[in-house]
């Protein structure tokens, strides 16, 4: 079972925008959803998962990573079950394969940056950055 959807990847020019968004699915995985900080992370081939962002569970603090802080949005929708990344000024060093995550424990806050503060993931979504 799938615990999270990520959505809205896609090929865009250099300077250009996307949102993406990433819901929750099943029953018991959605009760607790707005009660789970969440972040961002980006793929490339033959790297680690890189921090993007994270938001907390109320989605009053948010953390980015330096090379997309200024460009890069997370926000979340709690009524909705869902987590979004408004991506602004994009470059080709973006492109990447975006995953969505969730905190295991609840209420945290937003200082969390590496792959194992997370425990549920999406499938990913595939964003590719021309120049």
């Known amino acids: 079972q799938v615990d999270l959807v990520e959505s809205g990847g896609g090929l865009v020019q250099a300077g250009g925008s996307l949102r993406l968004s990433c819901a929750a699915s099943?029953?018991?995985?959605?009760?607790?959803?707005?009660?789970?900080?969440m972040a961002w992370f980006r793929q490339t081939p033959g790297k680690g998962r890189e921090f993007v962002a994270t938001?907390?569970?109320?989605?009053?603090?948010?953390n980015y990573a330096d090379s997309v802080k200024g460009r890069f949005t997370i926000s979340r929708d709690n009524a909705k079950n869902a987590v979004y990344l408004q991506m602004n000024s994009l470059k080709p060093e973006d492109t990447a394969v975006y995953y969505c995550?969730?905190?295991?424990?609840?209420?945290?806050?937003?200082?969390?940056?590496?792959?194992?503060?997370?425990?549920?993931w999406g499938q990913g979504t595939q964003v590719t950055v021309s120049s």
């Open positions: 938001i907390n569970w109320s989605g009053t603090s948010t």
């Open positions: 995550a969730a905190r295991l424990t609840y209420y945290s806050g937003s200082d969390y940056e590496a792959p194992e503060d997370f425990g549920s």
């Open positions: 099943g029953r018991s995985f959605s009760r607790t959803f707005s009660s789970r900080a």
